[in-house]
């Protein structure tokens, strides 16, 4: 007796849902764990991951694992590797910034052994910067480099206030020192009086000061016709008279030589316009008359002075004030040397 036997299907096979879930859960986390590159390349990393994963289920064939598992391993090298492109074009910018920075900090702190051996090392680190655990301490390594800069910066800075203050110092000792040599040099041999460059000095500091004030400049006439006919002595004798008669007259006021026959007063500012041009023109009216031996003969010698009075203050530059005296006596034939 034969035994019929029924065909019987071919049994599929088949993997424990929870197997598949794990495998998905392995490479969506993959993705989402993968190191960060370019956002949109990420981005397409984890939907390309998501894909696959949702690719496998319990009647996945255990070739279609391998086909899953294969494409999961390509997707990641090739995001791997572009992020790898990315990753050490940072590197090599971010050492290149770091280079650039340190050789100028180098530059600027020079005078500074130790801050310039400190930026020497934390280029030396980030130069040897090669994986990623290492350029993790990029940031600690710039911070650094950004601290030194910035205590160089505030140690330069008070440096160089000290010194300017120091050499602001020597500055106003070395001008004071000149100022008094030049006033010693200025007195003039002849009368005795502060010469040219003190008047100068008188005129411009009143003049700052902006409060209104007179100077008055005194030409003595035929001193250089004299000094030709009778000798210089003459002439130096004339000038000690005008000298004189002028620091009599002219009370309230500072008497200077200005050039050749000149001679220049400066009014205190306390004394009024009106008091001050009053004393001014009577001075101005001075006589000196002096008797000579000449060609075996007395000769009697009279002079006059002529006078220029300019009222002062701060709104105009004192070298025009110096011009326009100057141009006073050239106008009374006498050449003064420019200020």
Known sequence: MGIYTKD??????????????????????????????????????????????????VDSSPDDLLVGIGKTLRSLEEYNRRASGIFNGQVEELRG?????????????????????????????????????????????????????????LRLQTEARTRIN??????????????????????????????RSSAEEVITTKM???????????????????????GRQVGDDILISGAQNLAQKLSGTTLFRWSGPGFVAVFDPSISMTQAETRA????????????????????IVITASCNLQRLSGKIAPDAIFKNMDAFMASRGVIAPPS
């Open 8 to 57: 019987i299907p071919e049994r599929r096979f088949s993997l424990p849902a929870e197997i598949i879930d794990h495998l998905q859960i392995l490479i969506r986390g993959i993705a989402l764990h993968a190191i960060e590159g370019d956002p949109e390349d990420l981005k397409q990393l984890q939907q390309r991951m998501a894909g696959i994963a949702e690719t496998l289920t």
């Open 97 to 153: 910034m770091l280079s650039t920075m340190t050789a100028t900090v180098i530059f600027i702190t020079s005078s500074s052994e130790t801050s310039v051996k400190q930026l020497s090392a934390i280029e030396v680190k980030l130069q040897r910067a090669s994986t990623l655990e290492d350029t993790r301490q990029v940031k600690s390594y710039l911070t650094d480099c950004l601290t030194l800069v910035r205590s160089e910066a």
């Open 166 to 195: 120091s050499l602001k110092g020597d500055v106003e000792r070395l001008s004071n020192r000149l100022k008094a040599a030049s006033a010693d040099e200025s007195e003039d041999p002849v009368t005795g009086l502060k010469g």
């Open 208 to 230: 700052a000061a902006g409060k209104e004030f007179l100077v008055a400049l005194f030409v003595l006439d035929r001193i250089a016709s004299i000094n030709g006919r009778f």
């Open 281 to 300: 023109t009577q001075a101005a009216s001075l006589r000196i008359e002096k008797t000579i031996e000449a060609d075996n003969r007395s000769v009697l």
